[in-house]
């Protein structure tokens, strides 16, 4: 990322202060706002749901039957649709370090509540997404958000080390500087070439996933 270039958290669209809750209201944090300003995010709203069937809407439930996670509005079932329209929108914006939900819904809920059976779930979005994800319950304390924002900076690294060591193997390179330590790292290219595992704990080592495959 550039220095100059914000990192972008998604954050469920009501929550951002958008009316687009399935009854027309919001959920507006100015407490979110202003954190993510002091850690220098731009926050990014989405609602799937809003996006799909508009505002006002009737509103979803998730149940649970066999193995089945549905999704019902009125008499219409529609969590495939749902959980399409995350994957597209995690797709849209494959380059945020953060998801923020609104607590409870079937879309952005961490956990949705599928209470046919006392269990809860995951909602599509949090599913669709690779980077670290919460919910607006979960960031109501000062450990909480220290906590996430770690998460996120955990993320943000692993995304660079990926960038520098693919950008390596596309030019052929044997190494690329590690952006913190300075030190050089082979590439997971290279340790391929050598034949066999040097057992030096490399980090992009290709002996690891093989020697599992074959249960060694």
């Known amino acids: 990322m550039r220095p100059d270039k914000k990192s972008k958290i998604l954050i469920s669209s009501c929550v951002f202060g958008n009316r687009v809750r399935w009854n027309g209201s919001n959920r507006r944090s100015e407490e979110i706002h202003e954190w993510a300003e002091t850690n220098g995010f731009e926050l990014v709203p989405v609602c799937p749901e809003h996006e799909l069937f508009g505002t006002p809407r009737k509103p979803i439930r998730l149940r649970q039957k066999d193995d089945e996670v549905l999704g019902i509005m009125g008499n219409q079932e529609v969590f495939?649709?749902?959980?399409?329209?995350?994957?597209?929108?995690?797709?849209?914006?494959?380059?945020?370090?953060?998801?923020?939900g609104i607590s409870n819904s079937p879309s952005c809920g961490l956990s949705a509540g599928v209470k046919d059976r006392g269990s809860t779930i995951k909602a599509p979005m949090h599913q669709s997404l690779s980077c670290p994800t919460t919910e607006i319950s979960s960031m109501n304390t000062e450990a909480n958000?220290?906590?996430?924002?770690?998460?996120?900076?955990?993320?943000?690294?692993?995304?660079?080390?990926?960038?520098?060591?693919?950008?390596?193997?596309?030019?052929?390179?044997?190494?690329?500087?590690?952006?913190?330590?300075?030190?050089?790292?082979?590439?997971?290219?290279?340790?391929?070439?050598?034949?066999?595992?040097?057992?030096?704990?490399?980090?992009?080592?290709?002996w690891e996933s093989i020697r599992g495959k074959n249960g060694k």
């Open 80 to 100: 495939g649709q749902l959980k399409d329209k995350c994957d597209e929108i995690a797709e849209r914006h494959n380059d945020v370090v953060g998801f923020i």
């Open 145 to 206: 958000r220290s906590t996430f924002l770690k998460r996120i900076k955990k993320h943000e690294k692993q995304v660079e080390i990926k960038r520098l060591h693919d950008y390596a193997v596309s030019k052929g390179s044997r190494t690329y500087q590690d952006p913190e330590s300075g030190f050089l790292v082979m590439t997971s290219q290279y340790l391929s070439s050598k034949g066999s595992c040097c057992e030096s704990g490399c980090r992009h080592c290709p």
